[in-house]
């Protein structure tokens, strides 16, 4: 019950805000971002379901390891297949977060 309500409120802030930054701005093309999130929803969807289907077939600590990597992996698949631009943004950024912080001598 209280995690519902939280989304559906997080789902009607989220609207709200949005419709605030429109009228500020003028227009944030809001069909490219009903898309993107569309896309998302899917891969998310997806995602959810590789995890219903492994989440029983292995131990606990294997499960936590194996269905995680499996779940990211799944999701970057889908997010590059339905070419959702967010989401490759995001992994773009972070591939060069991780470049950069190799090269910077940290990482030994």
């Known amino acids: 019950g209280l995690a519902l309500a939280t989304s559906i409120s997080s789902i009607f802030i989220a609207i ?39 989440r029983n077939h292995v131990s606990n600590f294997v499960k936590f390891l194996g269905v995680g990597i499996g779940s990211i992996g799944i999701y970057t698949i889908m997010v590059i297949t339905l070419q959702c631009r967010a989401g490759i943004k995001l992994y773009q950024n972070l591939l060069k977060r991780l470049k950069h912080f190799k090269g910077s001598g940290l990482d030994s």
């Open 16 to 54: 709200t805000l949005l419709e605030i930054l429109r009228k500020k701005i003028g227009g944030i093309d809001g069909k490219i971002l009903l898309v993107n999130a569309l896309k998302i929803g899917l891969a998310t969807i997806i995602m959810g379901i590789f995890i219903l289907l492994t």
